[in-house]
């Protein structure tokens, strides 16, 4: 049996309809709708709440995504592709992401799509702009604790270079982000 939408030879699979109009019917109320599709940047924009936190050592506030997340980072589809939001606001307000880069988030918040808060970055300049592992028992990066004492230690160029030992976890804390703020050159956080 045939669709009953005039100039349609569809198999019928439900209200007389093929599954096209079917479908139509049943998305907008209408076998006849007409659908649009919305520009990719409007339906990139409309998952986005530009009302988030204000981060520190930020101007302006973070620009949340609202949409599918995993491993705490948004992700966007594209004609099937899944690309991750972040790198996509970084392409549309400020072009190509330079080879051999990722997209580094300056204010710590990986669901953050404000371009501002967004910059190219080598894999070394992604590592000096992390903070505290989670795991870290003393609060503060590159300092642990060693025989009732608290070691200071810094990576830089794949080398772990030794700061000290230290009576407190302060005083270590203070050597450790010395010696990266001579070392590294984007370690946002310890320049706050």
């Known amino acids: 049996m045939s669709c009953s939408v005039p100039d349609c030879a569809g198999l019928v ?17 209408d076998p006849l ?42 992700y966007f589809s594209i004609g099937g592709k899944h690309i991750r939001a972040h790198r996509f606001s970084y392409s549309l ?13 300056r204010c710590h918040t990986t669901l953050c799509v404000n ?12 590592s000096e702009n992390r903070g505290s592992n989670r795991r870290n028992r003393t609060g503060f990066r590159g300092v642990t604790m060693h025989q009732g004492k608290y070691k200071g230690q810094v990576g830089h160029h794949g080398k772990v270079i030794y ?24 370690n946002d956080l310890d320049r706050l």
């Open 13 to 29: 699979v439900a209200r007389g309809w093929c599954q096209h109009h079917y479908y139509k019917w049943y998305r907008y109320g």
């Open 33 to 74: 709708a007409t659908v649009t599709k919305k520009p990719v940047e409007q339906r990139f924009w409309n998952k986005v709440n530009k009302n988030g936190p204000l981060a520190p050592g930020m101007d302006t506030p973070c620009w949340l995504w609202t949409r599918t997340s995993t491993d705490g980072y948004g």
């Open 93 to 105: 307000a400020k072009g190509p992401i330079p080879p051999g880069h990722s997209i580094d988030h």
């Open 115 to 126: 371009p501002d808060h967004l910059r190219p970055v080598t894999p070394k300049e992604s």
């Open 163 to 186: 700061v000290g030992m230290f009576d407190t976890a302060d005083e270590a804390a203070e050597a450790v982000r010395a010696k990266r703020l001579e070392l590294h050159t984007h």
